[in-house]
Nanobody, 127 residues
């Protein structure tokens, strides 16, 4: 049974940092693209960041470029999201996701591109 488990969320002041982790089990995802999405109350799920199976060219939504960094440790079957200079508008439930198919992805910023999802971790940015 494939399972993705996020951790590292919490309450942080504006300008602060958090590091989210996503640990995968039940399958090795070293050959799969991985991503982080987020969903704020009353809003649709939004793409945040993607890392390909090769850890090559990462992708980010414009609003987090220069502040967030996605990375992966295939030996630990884990993906990370380092979030710096957090803003109140970053408040959301953050989800990690694993691609439907291995290796190359022609698109990576749509929820439908991913078959496996974690349960989410809450990030709240507030003073």
């Amino acid at each position: 049974q494939v399972e993705l488990v996020e951790s590292g969320g919490g309450l942080v002041q504006p300008g602060g940092s958090l590091r989210l982790s996503c640990a995968a089990s039940g399958r090795t995802f070293s050959n799969y693209g991985m991503a982080w999405f987020r969903q704020a109350p009353g809003k649709e799920r939004e793409f945040v960041a993607h890392i390909p199976w090769s850890s090559g060219s990462t992708k980010y939504v414009d609003s987090v470029k220069g502040r967030f960094t996605i990375s992966r440790d295939n030996a630990k079957n884990t993906v990370y999201l380092q979030m710096d200079s957090l803003k109140p508008e970053d408040t959301a439930v953050y989800y990690c996701a694993a691609a439907r198919t291995p290796l190359f992805m022609s698109t990576w910023n749509r929820p439908i591109d991913y078959a496996y999802w974690g349960q989410g971790t809450q990030v709240t940015v507030s003073s």
